[in-house]
């Protein structure tokens, strides 16, 4: 019987138990010494008596008698020697078979080491790639090695896509080289505006309008059978590309002109987002250049031929220098790439520069009273919420981002009024850019494609207070000249605040209607932000509550010593 809290269970047995099986055993013994005995079985062998002396020959008998016995030994011993060679052979055939199934694993971990080491070496160049510095030598390659310039502008904010820095170095090079104005995404500004545009624009620079196609051709062979066995046609409004043929018969006529042996090499340059790729792809038929709608995805030059004569160069973005306005650095930089701004500032400071009943309509959002109500409402109604139904801001705010930079929202600005041309630029320039040029047939094929593009209504756009140009480095070792943003900094840290008592007046509103002072704590406040605002770059003072009646209404349960209740 196995006892508790052991193993094994024990094998002691009573003595009655343990005799009566000794009793069994020597009766079974003995029915089988009897049966033995009948069958004539015997158990024991006669001993060998050996030779008699008497015995004729016995020297020899006993001789050949041994040499049977040595024989036998050796037989023996031979089986043995084979036998165990036999097993030495199964031992080194079961480590080979043991080494073989090794074998694959050992390949498999190198495999796998292998990759882990080009993911960390492709890790290490592509950050090496995403860096400030790589990105401006790629931008000054482009520019050295083109000798037509594309700069690519968003027909929405057409000013704050220029670069001054780009522009001059462009036109003061010694190579002679020609810049050129694209204007992109005219789909989703109105005709009206598009056209002002144009004309400002045409008076410094030629310039062209585009639409790029969102649905390109396949490029593989089994793209395009896959396509032909669907039996799909894109007719919607994305495929549709508009200013491809006007843009690359000037740009073959250009070619043509110059030496028949070198191809005319035209770099796309321009900030992020405003749509460099989508030309080249626009124009070469395929997706030969990476294009999205993230930020930043082209990290290094890219050559794609279009034709014998014409080659295009895809470069990665403008780096736009820290020094600019705050709505400029949200639009047409990478700092939320970087991790170095959070979109939540950038969407603050976009709202502030339109108008909110516009925003309110485009976005179907109630009435908000600042940034932070807006993603709220915003994220309620893209469904973006968190674990236990609380809106994700963060996604809603690069969600918002994301719409102004990509090919979905409609706004436009203002064309500015016209005084004179930049100081890098010259009436000289201006007529050396328009030789060799047919400015006639590029106007009408401009105006015609504003007549058959389908353009929003201004009522259904947002007008966008746009800040100027974009100031850009084309080289990571200049240190941008810092503008006096002190009053920035100061009405953004008044903004924030307020956003933080808006935010707590969200949350607590019964808080808000139980507390009877809430008048005299505004009233305070509003002293607080007009002495803060007269009183800057000075030490603060200490402000003292000398409301009498407040502080009468907080003492209204005190007992009062000078009336006499009896």
């Not at 043991?98 to 993911?119: C, F, I, L, M, S």
């Not at 353009?455 to 100027?468: D, E, M, R, T, V």
Request: a positive charge; hydrophobic letters at 35%; proline letters at 4%.
């Amino acid at each position: 019987m196995k006892r508790p809290k052991l193993k094994k269970a024990s094998k002691r047995v009573s003595c009655a138990k343990r005799y009566k099986i000794q009793k069994k055993v020597r009766e079974h013994h003995k029915k089988l010494r009897k049966e033995a005995k009948k069958s004539g079985i015997k158990k024991r062998t006669k001993k060998d008596i050996g030779v008699p002396n008497s015995a004729p020959f016995k020297e020899e008998v006993l001789k050949e008698a041994e040499q049977k016995k040595q024989e036998l030994e050796e037989l023996k011993e031979k089986n043995r020697l084979a036998k165990q060679k036999e097993r030495a052979e199964k031992r080194k055939k079961g480590k080979e078979t043991a080494g073989a199934e090794e074998e694959p694993k050992t390949k498999k971990a190198k495999k796998a080491e292998k990759a882990k080491v080009q993911r960390e070496a492709r890790a290490a160049v592509a950050k090496e790639k995403s860096t400030k510095a790589f990105r401006c030598s790629e931008l000054k390659k482009v520019i050295e090695a083109s000798d037509v310039i594309l700069e690519v502008l968003d027909a929405r904010d057409p000013m704050g896509c220029r670069c001054p820095q780009l522009e001059e170095a462009v036109l003061k090079h010694e190579g002679g080289k020609r810049l050129f104005f694209v204007l992109t995404k005219i789909d989703l500004v109105p005709r009206d505006s598009l056209q002002n545009w144009l004309g400002y624009l045409q008076a410094e620079c030629p310039t062209f309008v585009f639409k790029s196609s969102t649905r390109l051709q396949d490029r593989t062979v089994l793209e395009k059978k896959q396509a032909d066995a669907n039996g799909t046609v894109d007719l919607s409004r994305a495929g549709a590309s508009y200013g491809c043929n006007s843009l690359m018969q000037t740009l073959t006529d250009l070619a043509s002109k110059g030496d028949g042996e070198s191809m005319l090499k035209i770099g796309v340059v321009g900030f992020p987002s405003v749509g460099k790729s989508s030309i080249i792809n626009t124009l070469k038929g395929s997706r030969a250049c990476i294009a999205g709608v993230p930020r930043g995805l082209t990290k290094c030059m890219q050559e794609v031929h279009l034709s014998k004569k014409v080659k295009m160069i895809d470069s990665p973005a403008i780096v736009a220098a820290p020094c600019n306005s705050g709505v400029n650095m949200a639009l047409r930089s990478l700092q939320m790439e970087e991790n170095e701004k959070s979109p939540l500032e950038a969407v603050k400071t976009l709202l502030r520069e339109c108008n909110q009943r516009q925003i309110m309509l485009e976005y179907s959002v109630p009435n908000y009273r600042n940034s932070l109500e807006f993603l709220i409402f915003y994220a309620k109604k893209r469904g973006f919420l968190q674990k236990g139904a609380v809106p994700n801001t963060e996604q809603a705010a690069i969600t918002f981002l994301n719409d102004w930079t990509g090919a979905k929202l409609n706004y436009y600005s203002k064309v500015p009024e016209r005084q004179s041309l930049p100081p890098y630029l010259t009436e000289a320039m201006v007529t050396e850019l328009r030789t060799g040029l047919d400015l006639d047939k590029v106007k009408m094929a401009n105006e015609h494609i504003i007549t058959r593009i389908q353009s929003p209504y201004a009522s259904s756009s947002i007008l966008f207070n746009s800040k100027g140009m974009t100031d850009g480095l084309l080289s990571f070792t200049e240190v941008p000249a810092e503008t006096p943003a002190s009053v920035d900094e100061e009405q953004q840290e008044e903004d924030i605040i307020e956003e933080t008592e808006d935010a707590k007046q969200i949350e607590d509103p019964e808080e808000e209607a139980e507390t009877p002072e809430t008048h005299t704590v505004q009233t305070q406040k509003s002293q607080q932000k007009s002495s803060r605002n007269r009183t800057k770059g000075k030490a603060k003072p200490a402000f003292v509550n000398i409301d009498v009646l407040a502080s009468q209404q907080k003492s209204d349960d005190a007992y009062d010593f000078n009336t006499d209740f009896v």
